[in-house]
Structure formats: C-alpha cells, structure tokens
C-alpha cells in the first residue's frame, strides 16, 4: 500500500516559506539528501503567496518584498530537487514528530487536502523545523460574523486569487503588518475606510537606535505612506474596533479611540457603516507545537508569544533539531531566510554562521524586539468582551464560561480551560483561541511564569492537525530498517 | 504579462457555475455573494473563511463527496462539486 512508503533522508525541512526554502537550500547545496515538506501546494509559504503557477506559470512579483531573494532561493530549489538532492512533498502536513531510538527523526504525514498521499512516513537524521506562524487573534463582539477575517488572511486571499474578499475594508489591529494588508487591498481596488492601530506611533521613539539598524524598514514604511496618501487611506492611531455589527455577516464596525493601557476613552465612539470585511491581526502566533512535541525549550518573546529557543546556529536543546523563522521569535522574511540559511547550513555540516550573518540575525533580532515594544496588545483588550463575546470560535465557548472556570472553579491556566470549557479543543486546536484563553486564564495571577507555563503546556500537542481514525489505523509502527 | 485566465466550470450545490482557473474553492464562493457556508455544531451560526491559510478550520466544506475540506486551501478544478450549507 502506497501510504506504507518509507522515505529516509539526512535533513527533513517542514515548510517552504522564507526560512523553509533558505534552509533546504543551503542544506542540499552542502551536499545533504534533503526532504522539504509543505501544506501550500506550492513553494512560497505565506510571506511569497502567489496564484497557482499552473495557471500563472511567471508571477511578476507584484505586491511582494524581497522578491528578487524568492527567485534566487526559488531557483536554487529547483536546481537541488533536479540534482536529486531535494525532495519536494507540497500538500503535505506534519502532524506527528517523533525521535526513535537512534536519533533519526520520524514524522507522521497526512494530506492538507484531498486525500493523496506520497509518503505517510518521513525518516531523517536531522530536522529544521521553519513553521512560520499565523495573524495572533483577541476575541471581541462580533469577531465570529462571516466578513470578518485575518488580517494575513485577506492579504494571502489577496496574493492566492487575484481577487478580493469583498468591497469595503476596515484593517484593525497592532503592528506595522497592517499596513502592507491596506496597501494590498486599495491596490487590488477595495477601499479601505480606515486602519485602526492600537498603538500610538510615539512608542517608537525610544526604539529608533533599533529601527536605524534596519533601514530596508524604514524605506517599506515610506512606500506604504506613498500608497495611503494615494488611496486616501485613514490611519488612525490609539483606535480599536470595539465591535463588528450584522445579522448574518459584517456590516459596520464602531470604532473607538484608547489611552496608553488599551481603555476606551468615553464619548470617541463613532460607527463606520458599510463595511463588509474587517481584518484583524495583534501581530502574529508561532507555529510551535511539532517543536514543543519534541522537547524543545521555550520563552516568552517581546511580544508576549510564546517562542523557541535557539543558539547561534539555530539549534535547539534538543539534538539534531534546528528551528529558524517564525518559531524562534516573530521578525519578519529577512531574518527568516539568514536564519534559514545558518539552520539549513549546521544541519548539514554542523558549520557555524559568519560574522556578518551573525550581526545582520543580531540586527534584525533588535528591530524585532522593538517593534513588539512598540505595538504591544493592549493591556485592558478584554474590557470590551460581554459575557456572550465567543471566546473560542470552534467550540462556542463565551466568554463569561470562561471567566466562571476561572473565578468559580479555578481553571487558572489555559491548559485547565481546556478540560472546563472545551476551549481550544475543537478543530482549530486553540491556534486562534490559545492566546486570549492563556491571558483569560491566567488573569490577575502575579506570577511571572504563569502565563508562560499556560502557554507551553498549551501548546504540547503531541497530535498536531486534525486526522482521521483510517489513518491512524493504517500506521506503519514497524521498526525501521537501517539504510 | 497576464494572460486571460482559462474558464473553468465548478458546482455549487447542483448549481453549475464558470469560474477563473486557479482560485480557491473559498474565493469562488465568496466571488458569488457567498461569504458563509457552514453552520456551526452548537448554535447553528453561518461561517465562512476566516483566517485564510489553513490554521482554523472555519471554512470546512464538502467538495467532490470529502467532507471538512478547508475552502481556503483547496484549488477550485474545472467539474469540482462544491456542497455545503449556503444557497447557490
């Protein structure tokens, strides 16, 4: 039976993202027999997005950064898989990693559609782990209307379609994300009726050493200005949407401005009708649970995610296992495809970076770091939750169930949520919930490890995607055969 | 540059549509006024694409007689038959 195939190679990258594609590059060019799984069914991850190359077989880059660095990793891709060197497996998801006896990593494959499948099993002696991350979302009224959606979502219907999600857009949320998403959308033609930041843009005045050590930053910055005074595009600054109004789907948002801690400032309230897609994003959550299955050692980063840790050549605790992009702190495709490069490097030789690798990671760790200073989630963010405000999407857990678990029956973790509430336990595993039931759950704890031991042991999920009861059955458990 | 995009035809509830090659099976709905269709297990509420690349499973829908198919991953091929809980 074809899902029986058993695959063995020297290094296993999952994800062909930025830091995906970087890694399974310098891996296969220092002569390693490499295997890169992917969910997308084609290479790009969610940063280079693009139309189906069956149907646009050259994608001119409109609307993409670094563009230029995609098609060289792109062609240095290709060039390793007809070498022989690198195995491509798209449509593939992970949702088991295991380390057997001797060392060698086995990851458990399904289908991210359909139901065809390469190989059910994938054997490697080295595993770089690039499984980027998704839009961090906080519940509030409204949130669950169809119309609204990430705010990466729209960007990555935007960039997978050519079309757009629907007419008039409101983008809300912290961080300079929100911009490219509104510059995307005005230069597809939808309007956009207003950008909300919660921040206040004088947060990065102390940060400015940082944001000089990156100026590719400051330039992206100044053309997304150049595009919102095109399109008339209002940013507004310490506003937040405090509501999505409709009956069956979106239809208007009110809005409100806030002080420094996150609060409504009474009588700034103000509805903006007709608006049929709100996106929000509150920066972004790493993908880090095939990791966390694994052992790896974890922190909070500066943004309140929880992240993996890593020494200078990408390397985790755990043996054998490198991890680069997302999952060791949010900074965006630059610093994901150098991390890729020193992660796919060390898997294959065990090489240490440059100095100049080293310093650029440094630099773009730094400008990171004060980013997520910058646009912090606001402190009071749950103030504008009601008692039927859905907490958890998949298993329409509210929010005044949450906060009984947590004031009457003592569910002061997320993990403990979990087994009161069913939040986090549908589809979604707690990707889109985990973050605000963390905070929920952990609310009015003083402890400053608290919110880190929800977090990790929320994230342990041994079963990382959904899979059905034939696959498990249909489980190769034999021991493997040296080769 | 772009070249016109090939016309594919598609079902959405036994209802046949045309359709540009190379969306999603979510783009194509939402391209038809259809911003929902799934109802949720508990309180019956309309669902639809949410975040957009495969992490929360709002978009489940039944394509080609499979069902919990994410519509926002699925690429929409000509003959594809679309079921779910929305009117065509």
Known sequence: ?483 | MSTTPQRITVTLNATEIRADAGQSVGAVLMGQGIKAWRTTRNEGKPRGLFCGIGACYDCLITIDGQPNQRACMVEARDSMNIEGDFDA
């Open chain 1, 1 to 483: 039976m074809s899902t029986q195939t058993e695959f063995s190679f020297d290094v296993a990258v999952i994800g062909a993202g930025p830091a995906g594609l970087a890694a399974a590059v310098a891996a296969a060019e220092r002569g390693a027999k490499v295997v890169v799984l992917d969910a997308g069914t084609q290479p790009g991850g969610q940063f280079w997005r693009h139309r189906p190359e069956s149907v646009i077989p050259e994608p001119d880059g409109h609307g993409h950064h670094g563009w230029k660095t995609y098609l060289d990793l792109r062609a240095r891709f290709d060039a390793a898989a007809s070498r022989g060197m690198l195995r491509y497996l798209p449509n593939t998801q992970v949702w088991m990693t295991e380390c057997e006896d001797a060392g060698r990593f086995v990851l458990r494959l399904t289908p991210a559609t359909g139901t065809a499948l390469e190989a059910a099993t994938v054997r490697a002696t080295k595993l770089v782990s690039c499984t980027g991350g998704y839009d961090r979302q906080l519940p509030l009224p409204g949130w669950e209307l169809p119309g609204v959606m990430a705010a990466g979502g729209i960007q990555a219907f935007i960039k997978a379609n050519g079309t757009l999600p629907g007419r008039r857009f409101v983008v809300a949320g912290t961080g300079p994300f929100l911009l490219p998403v509104a510059a995307n959308i005005a230069e597809a033609g939808g309007k956009v009726v207003a950008v909300c930041e919660s921040a206040s843009l004088a947060n990065w005045l102390p940060h400015l050493g940082a944001a000089s050590g990156v100026p590719g930053k400051a330039l992206e910055g100044a053309e997304y200005a150049g595009v919102f005074a095109k399109h008339r595009i209002r940013y507004r600054t310490r506003t937040v949407v405090t509501e999505v109004l409709g009956e069956t789907s979106a239809n208007s948002v009110r809005i409100a401005k806030v002080d420094a801690d996150g609060a409504v400032i009474a009588g700034t309230e103000q509805l903006l009708e007709d608006v049929d897609v709100v996106g929000f994003g509150w920066g972004f959550t790493p993908q880090i649970e095939l990791a966390v299955a694994l052992g790896a050692e974890t922190r909070i980063d500066a943004d309140g995610s929880l992240v993996c840790v890593v020494d200078d050549r990408q390397a985790s605790n755990v043996p054998g296992l490198y991890l680069a992009g997302e999952v060791t702190g949010v900074g965006g495709a630059v610093l994901a495809v150098a991390e890729g490069l020193v992660a796919g490097a060390a898997a294959a030789t065990g090489e240490q970076p440059t100095a100049g690798t080293a310093r650029q990671i440094q630099r773009h760790r730094k400008f990171a770091g004060a980013m997520h200073q910058a646009h912090p989630v606001p402190e009071k963010w749950d103030d504008l939750l009601t008692d039927d405000t859905l907490v958890c999407r998949c298993e329409e857990v509210s929010h005044g169930e949450v906060v009984h678990a947590r004031d009457a029956l003592g569910a002061t973790d997320a993990r403990t949520m979990k087994s009161f509430t069913r939040t986090g336990m549908g589809w979604c595993q707690g990707k889109v919930c985990g973050f605000a039931v963390s905070c929920l759950s952990t609310k009015g704890n003083d402890d400053a490890g608290a919110e880190q031991a929800s977090l990790a042991a929320f994230a342990k999920r041994p079963v990382a995607a959904p899979l059905t009861l034939g696959e498990i059955s249909a489980l190769d458990s034999r021991q493997p055969q040296d080769s």
